[in-house]
């Protein structure tokens, strides 16, 4: 990084955050994994975790435009 | 290893729990990309939003890029607007412009960095707003020029031409700033 590419970096630190917070954050994610497993699991559980049913549409083909705006 | 887009790819073809992995990676610097810009109570409150959109939106993610934080800084900074917008609707930021985040980073400074400081987060604070973005994603959170752009969502050379101009303009105040030192 350049001289005053550092001298920048320095106001933007920041401590670490507390390890609570970021346990807080990954239940959100959990819940969702969660959500999405469920939703796709078939009712009597003995379809192997990545492999899609057929007539499936839950995979998304490569070939498919992506967004310009992350998040948006 | 396997790169972010491999994980996220993986996660979006039946394996949503491979996404997990990419948020352990890149958790403390999207929780800075937050704390940065809005304070540390903010980035408490927004994190889980940032990986829930992520996850949600994980199938618009190019597999093809190996690093996902231009995204997650993307997806990151579409929340801190969605809560600034917010703040500003119930008026919990009276008299204070809401996306400004050089208050609270004067605020962590002790008195003397704050005074050496000061100048520099002026001429920052001075910048065209798309040009500080530009600048403080790579000064702060470390991006390539091309991968500012990404986490922008603007061209690659629209990138460039706003680092270099915002870094002409903090020139001087650096060279003072530097001359301080010696």
Redesign the interface.
């Known amino acids: ?1 350049n ?3 550092t ?11 507390l390890p609570g ?2 346990d ?7 819940s ?2 969660a959500a ?2 469920l939703a ?1 699991a078939p009712p009597d559980g003995t379809r192997a ?4 049913a057929a007539g499936q549409t ?3 083909p ?1 070939s ?1 435009p ?7 | 290893m396997e790169t972010d887009g491999a994980l996220i790819e ?1 996660s ?6 491979a ?2 992995e990419v ?2 990676r890149h ?2 610097a999207v ?2 990309f937050l ?2 810009r809005a304070g ?1 109570q903010a ?2 409150d927004l ?11 994980r ?5 093809v890029h190996p690093d996902a934080r231009p ?2 800084y ?6 801190l607007r969605a809560h600034w917008r917010a703040a500003r609707a119930a008026d919990q930021l009276p008299g204070r412009l809401a996306e400004d985040p050089w208050d609270d ?1 004067i605020d ?2 002790d008195s003397a960095a704050a005074a050496r ?1 000061r100048e ?2 002026g001429a ?1 604070r001075a910048l065209p707003a798309e040009e500080r973005e530009v ?2 994603l ?3 959170e ?1 991006l390539t020029p091309a991968q500012a752009a990404a ?1 922008l ?1 603007i061209p690659q050379g629209t990138a460039r031409s706003r680092l270099h101009r915002a ?1 002409a303009a ?2 001087p105040v ?1 060279a003072q ?2 001359g301080e030192d010696s």
């Open positions: 990084m001289e005053d590419m001298e920048l970096a320095r106001l933007g630190w920041v401590d670490p955050p917070v970021l807080a954050a990954r239940e959100v994610l959990w969702a994994v999405e497993m796709t975790p990545g492999k899609a839950a995979e998304t490569i498919q992506r967004r310009d705006d992350p998040g948006a | 993986r979006a073809r039946g394996r949503p729990d996404f997990v948020v352990q958790e403390v929780y800075g704390a940065r540390r980035a408490d994190l889980g939003e940032v990986w829930a959109r992520a996850f949600a939106g199938a618009g993610f190019d597999p995204w997650l993307g997806i990151a900074r579409n929340v980073v962590r400074l400081a520099l987060v920052v600048l403080l790579v000064a702060w470390q986490a969502g870094r903090l020139r650096l700033t530097a």
